[in-house]
């Protein structure tokens, strides 16, 4: 992918300066309880500081995607309270919402639309002028290798394609916070690592990143600081040394298996009983 310049200092049409010292994300006693009955969040607390590359990790159902729901404005929490950079994400969301991009793990995009229709829509619906809007596509393109691909439709693109797509369309109003939902998902070794280097990229550049994924090296490799979430809670937080050294094993990823109550899959002891 191409080189491309990233200002995290601006976002979308305006989007208000952020708070001396406020975190990134600051979540307080989160609570999500829907009509059945079911938390999906009991009391979250969890604080992202800016520049931060951090790591949420957790089995299916721990309540990761309900988390990012919440932040983005997909979901009503039922207490507690979020803020991006100091503003209220959820009773004065507008400011808030400008500070993020949001690349999903679905790839919901419009299958009638061109690439570059995409991006362009994306930034009208941040703001952005129509000039603006027409030198970040072109820019975004250029840094995902889309440029080739810019007047076809989304539904011909293949699947590490769109997975770019999706993360270009996250970072076309310039988010200072980005959250990124398993964005490698499904896509071969080659992007995967191409993904990486470039939100390495762009959080050395200020970006500030929070990341869900399943792959345990992924975490390991890319975030500063790692929390585990299960069954709605926060159980665990921190660098994956000290998350290995609280739970007593060698890896984040034996950790990780004895959170989610399968420590017979680690890999020392698989290799222990193998002949």
Same mark, same amino acid.
């Given at each position: ?31 999500? &309880?829907?009509?059945?009955?079911? %938390?999906? $969040?009991?009391?979250? !607390? @969890?604080?992202?500081?800016?520049? =931060? ?79 603006? &809007?027409?030198?970040?596509?072109? %820019?975004? $393109?250029?840094?995902? !290798? @889309?440029?080739?691909?810019?007047? =076809? ?91 290995? !050294? ?30």
């Amino acid at each position: 992918m191409g080189k491309m310049q990233f200002d995290p200092d601006i976002a979308g049409n305006g989007c208000a300066p952020a708070s001396p010292n406020a975190p990134a994300l600051d979540v307080a006693d989160l609570v999500k &309880r829907y009509p059945t009955g079911t %938390e999906a $969040l009991k009391s979250v !607390s @969890l604080a992202i500081q800016p520049g =931060e590359f951090f790591g949420l990790l957790g089995p299916n159902g721990a309540g990761k995607s309900t988390l990012i729901h919440c932040a983005t404005g997909l979901a009503q929490p039922t207490s507690g309270s979020i803020e991006v950079f100091g503003h209220d994400a959820i009773d004065h969301y507008g400011h808030a919402r400008l500070a993020v991009g949001l690349a999903p793990q679905d790839l919901n995009l419009d299958w009638f639309l061109t690439l570059e229709e995409t991006l362009d829509f994306h930034g009208g619906y941040f703001g952005m002028r129509k000039r603006d &809007r027409r030198e970040r596509t072109k %820019e975004l $393109l250029d840094a995902f !290798s @889309l440029t080739e691909k810019r007047e =076809e439709r989304t539904r011909t693109l293949s699947g590490g394609m769109k997975r770019r797509l999706i993360l270009a369309r996250a970072l076309m109003h310039r988010p200072r916070l980005l959250i990124l939902d398993e964005p490698t998902a499904g896509v071969d070794v080659e992007l995967r690592l191409e993904l990486w280097q470039y939100v390495q990229r762009i959080n050395e550049e200020g970006t500030t990143i929070l990341l869900t994924t399943h792959y345990l090296e992924e975490a390991e490799q890319l975030c500063d600081r790692i929390a585990f979430i299960n069954d709605g809670e926060i159980v665990a937080r921190g660098t994956p040394d000290e998350l290995a !050294s609280e739970y007593d094993v060698g890896s984040l990823e034996d950790a990780y298996l004895k959170l989610v109550g399968r420590s017979e899959l680690s890999r020392a002891k698989v290799e222990a009983v193998l002949p």
